[in-house]
């Protein structure tokens, strides 16, 4: 009976001592006071009474915000400055035994290591070199906390408060030069609505006189061709009154007249020629002596 309690004992024991590291975790162990090893992932079993789990540190990377810090630029500014640290642990011994409350420690270190950044520069050049900044911080507090363990991936600078006065003066500042920029950008819009209007009647003008140029164009190529069909028409008209004519002719000579018609036909042709108006009439002498020729002279004459 006593052995099988005794066994019963031992095997509370050793289920007891039984330690399972989940991942990205490590476990610091001491024996009998002293350091005897770093527990990775896994199942692992300590000695009863002997070994002790000393610490557990998480391998994940951590973020720590620090509350804001008075800082005095180098033109003897005081400025509100919170920062954020990103840190890993990288050998949990070191993490263990190499500081006490290693959180204050980074605190206070990165408090110190921005003063002094800060303090070398100027209000305008601490406000617009956040980069400088973050990247000189972490460069010295990687540096620092390598004894301990620790390796700082990031740091970076989240507030920025200047004093009151200080940040009323900012803000006149950026108001007065966003006005001067909303000022030039007027000006400029003018300046463009302007060369547009400008170019915009330019163009007009010019289309207007190529058009006139076109208008006097098509209208004298017009004219051209109005006076070309009328001397067409009038050298059309010639020709066929001179075709009429020599056609006139022609059946005179085929009708072959005799004297007397041809003598009437003079006659005639003398009466047209007088149409009325005529005072004088000069009759050739070689047709003074046909009969009847008094009585059509009286008749021109009567018509008078």
Known sequence: MFIFWLLVILV???ISNIRIVPQAQAYVIERLGAYNGTWGVGLHLKIPFIDRVAKRVSLKEQVVDFAPQPVITKDNVTMQIDTVVYFQITDPKLYAYGVELPMSAIENLTATTLR???GDMELDES??????INSKMRSILDEATDPWGIKVNRVELK????PAGIREAMEKQMKAERERREAILRAEGEKKSAILVAEG????AILKAEADKESQILKAEAEKESAIRVAEGEAQAILSVQEA???GIKMLNAAA?????????????FEKAADGKATKIIIPSDIQGIA???????????KE
């Not at 007249?257 to 042709?269: D, G, M, Y």
Request: glycine share 6%; charged share 20%; hydrophobic share 50%.
């Open 245 to 247: 004519t020599a056609n």
């Open 127 to 132: 406000l617009t070199s956040r980069d400088v």
């Open 201 to 204: 009647e330019k163009a007009a």
């Open 257 to 269: 007249p005799s004297e007397a018609v041809l003598t009437i036909k003079s006659l005639e042709a």
């Open 159 to 162: 507030n920025i408060i200047p």
């Open 116 to 118: 002094n950044i800060i």
């Open 12 to 14: 509370v024991l050793i």
């Open 292 to 302: 009847g020729l008094v009585s059509g002279i009286k008749g021109v004459i009567e």
